[in-house]
């Protein structure tokens, strides 16, 4: 597909005319002008319409993304990341649309040769076609087909295109693409990332990929390898631990633009407060390696949430927290996911001065967690990851949060990826969402044009400016002390 527009693409978006937005427009959805006089939402297929004047703001808008996995840029071109399994196309398919494929009925051996890099990129194909079919129209897959067609220009995949998706892959692929892609391409002004290979990631570019301290392994386990060794603190006590957790928020508090934890994939996120006293005893025998009871893991992760939340909140950290929908396949127990939402109602309640912020909506119920946004001051939204797992369901989502909690309160934005490629794609998501749901409550006369117009600047990036205080860590962080 021809991309047909001369915007370069560093152009900025500050002081672009209107007829450069109109082209910057274009050029996000990829699609030519519609000539009927009644623009579609860019890149939209038919029956996507949305107000004009709505998605020319909104594909004009820059975005903050609040929650990635990227992979340092250096890191992905040695492929030197456990991440990178093969450096050729099939990495656009890793992460997110690989259990698509397996829930598709993809099997094990075919799914090993098509993501191994022992394969031929240009064999590939054949592992992939009986299963494209499935997948290819999932939030999963049209984020990875937006990106194919946006920065390789190849509609679909196909055994005639692998070819030259595999060319243009290693032409993008390139020192450099990560700033193309993510500012230049899906117009992203900074993104935060929860490092998955270390506590905390020590970025080369730290005022545009932010990051986020984890707290995971320091209530749960705890990992005394991955958070413990670095500080070189000798633990043998309850107190020791706590100096480890003191140790990484001394070093990386202010540079952390908030604190993450996911560790709801283990369990619900019901911490109670429990004394040191309680859970001394606990800790002893963890250090000794003696096995725990299910309730005593429980109230030693319980007591050491708290210690870390406290911190953060100390350090004017918000708490991220995933909350929801189970990344991966053949796993996910759907009943604990029920209860996340008054959870994290309960932890609103018990700590005021902490700033949470819920991820991914709590799919599928999501209905749940805008009543807790709606009624706790402390309660943030986070659509991180939501636009690709179901699109449909995301905007609805933002739809009805737009009405029934304060604006202030709503992040619209996470790609939430390891690879940079489907980042766009999701972008590209997020953007014909926003769009759309704007414009449905506008269409059905619950705003006005002129307050869906407002509301596009805060959600797009103003809330995240503002509940991560970035004009203050983008200060610090021109000075970090790794680079
Ligand atoms: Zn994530």
Known sequence: MARGNPVSRRQTLQGVSALGAAAILGSVGNVPADTSGSPAVPGWKSGGQANPEVAKRVFATPLIDTHEHLIEEKERLAASNPRVQADDWSHLLSHYLNSDLLVAGMPKDAYDKFFSKGTDPADKWRYLAPYWPAVKNTGYGQAVRIALQQLYEVDDLSAATVRAVQAAYEKTRQPGFYRQILCDRAKIESCQVNCLSRPFGESEMPTFLMQDLSIVG???????????????????????????????????????????????????????????????????KRCANESLTTTERKTLEDHLFWYAVKQATAHKLPVKLHTGYYAGQNRMPLERLLHNAGSAAELCRQAPDTRFVFMHICYPYYEELLAVAKHYTNACLDMCWSWIMNPVAATDFLKKALVTVPATKILTFGGDYASVEPVLGHAVMTRRGIALALSRLVEEGWLTLSDALDLIDPIMHGNARQIFNLAEKTRVLHDVPWR
């Not at 991955?226 to 070093?251: A, M, N, Y």
Request: no cysteine.
């Open 218 to 284: 320091m209530f749960s386990g705890p990992d005394f390898q991955g958070f413990g060794q670095p500080t070189g603190i000798e633990v043998r006590s309850l107190s020791d631990w706590h100096r480890v957790i003191d140790w990484w928020f001394d070093k990386y508090g202010k540079y952390a633009v908030a604190v993450k934890s996911q560790n709801a994939y283990s369990r619900d996120i019901d911490y109670e407060e429990v004394p040191a006293e309680k859970a001394e005893g606990i800790f002893k």
